[in-house]
């Protein structure tokens, strides 16, 4: 058994904690600046994410061919989409205060930037990284980037309340350009080879797919559609709540911080402790505080509620994507999906973004109908998703301790 990462794997590690940096300032501070400079515009947020999404999920089947085809030009491609990034941060330097204007524009830009960063990441992920290191390597990816949100969301929401959001975007437009230097690190020759003369067909990846197979992939893609509410449409949500009671990005920052030191300390316990055979206690502990704090929220928004369902969410749902994402790159190996690697993450990336445009098609909707009742039954619509992922994830745990 394999105990230390390699070069590659530190450099992935590296680009991926700089890169939450950059999605830190261009997701949860940037949807706090949407959301002061619309009058508190949720339906222009939702159409944003959106258009990510759906360029993500239709860009990952066209980007298939080239990724199959030359596995060494992953990385390159995965520098493309840093670039790519950085313009969209420049950008937002560029339109200041308007935009709100062209915020489909920019959706669009990171849209793309994340179909090129993500459709390779998750792809050289699952080949650098051994399944013997998996846990390790997730854990400790996942701990080092709550220590980062510890200090940085700090950083972030003082230096936007002292100066401004445009002055903040310039420093991170800088931290773009130093992914882009880490990314020299990873070796190319750490990309199998395996299937490259084979054309990129998902309809032949089916056909290959014994009924074992189909049956594990199919508990993967509930996962995966379930990950994408779970994850990204919460998320925002508590987000927009967040901004929506204490106002101001400094308190978004000082919570976010808070936070994070409890996700730190759940997954490092997780990290040292579990096995597959704690798999049901720790999967009722994450589901049953959510739900909790999701029924304090509907009682009554207010500082008090949204302080015990933040802290509820911090620590249970980052040990759920954990498990999600060590399974999902394990799976490769463990059903022999080496030669259809591209493929599969298509299908696992296409069932997360459908999860993700059918979280914010809903919060679309709430946006529309602009009634605190609507937003309430929303957060307890995609609350749901949690009870019903730790189950299909209980199944997929089983599985592995009857072997």
């Excluded at 860009?59 to 990385?75: S, Y």
Aim: proline fraction near 1%; glycine fraction near 4%; hydrophobic fraction near 50%.
């Amino acid at each position: 058994m394999k105990n230390n990462l390699d070069t590659s794997s530190k450099a992935l590690m590296s680009c991926d904690l700089t890169n939450s940096i950059v999605s830190l300032f261009g997701e949860t501070f940037l949807v706090a600046y949407f959301l002061q400079i619309s009058n508190e515009n949720i339906v222009q947020v939702s159409v944003y994410y959106i258009i990510i999404y759906a360029l993500l999920g239709l860009g990952n089947i066209l980007l298939g061919n080239i990724m199959k085809k030359n596995p060494h030009k992953r990385v390159i491609i995965y520098r493309f989409g840093i670039i790519i990034k950085s313009i969209y941060i420049l950008l937002i330097v560029l339109f200041k205060e308007n935009i709100s204007k062209y915020f489909v524009f920019v959706a669009f830009f990171y849209g793309l930037a994340e179909v090129l960063y993500w459709g390779t990441h998750d792809i050289m992920n699952i080949e650098i990284v051994e399944n013997d290191n998996r846990k390790k390597y997730m854990t400790i990816k996942r701990i080092l980037s709550k220590l980062i949100n510890i200090v940085i969301p700090i950083i972030l929401g003082t230096s936007i309340e002292l100066t401004s959001f445009t002055n903040m975007s310039i420093y991170i437009f800088v931290l773009t350009l130093i992914q882009i230097l880490i990314s020299l690190f990873i070796d190319v020759n750490k990309f199998g080879i395996k299937g490259t003369n084979e054309k990129y067909s998902l309809k032949n990846y089916i056909k290959a797919l014994s009924k074992k197979q189909k049956d594990k992939l199919s508990k993967m893609y509930k996962l995966a559609f379930l990950y994408g509410i779970m994850m990204d449409t919460i998320r925002v949500l508590v987000v927009i709540i967040t901004i929506m009671t204490f106002k101001t990005s400094f308190n978004l920052g000082m919570l976010t911080t808070l936070f994070s030191i409890c996700s730190m300390i759940s997954l490092y316990i997780f990290n040292k402790l579990y096995k597959s055979t704690y798999a049901k206690p720790l999967l009722i502990f994450c589901v049953v505080p959510i739900i909790i704090g999701v029924l304090c929220l509907i009682v009554n928004i207010n500082k008090t509620t949204l302080i015990i369902y933040n802290f509820t969410y911090s620590i249970t749902v980052y040990i759920l994507e954990v498990m999600f994402k060590i399974k999902e790159a394990n799976i490769v190996r463990d059903c022999s999906l080496e030669k259809w690697i591209v493929e599969y993450h298509t299908f696992i990336e296409g069932f997360m973004d459908t999860g993700r445009i059918v979280g914010f098609l809903l919060l679309l909707v709430i946006g529309l109908l602009n009634n605190v009742l609507y937003f309430k039954i929303l957060l307890l619509i995609v609350t749901v998703s949690i009870p019903i992922y730790a189950k299909i994830m209980y199944e997929v745990e089983k599985e592995e301790m009857d072997l």
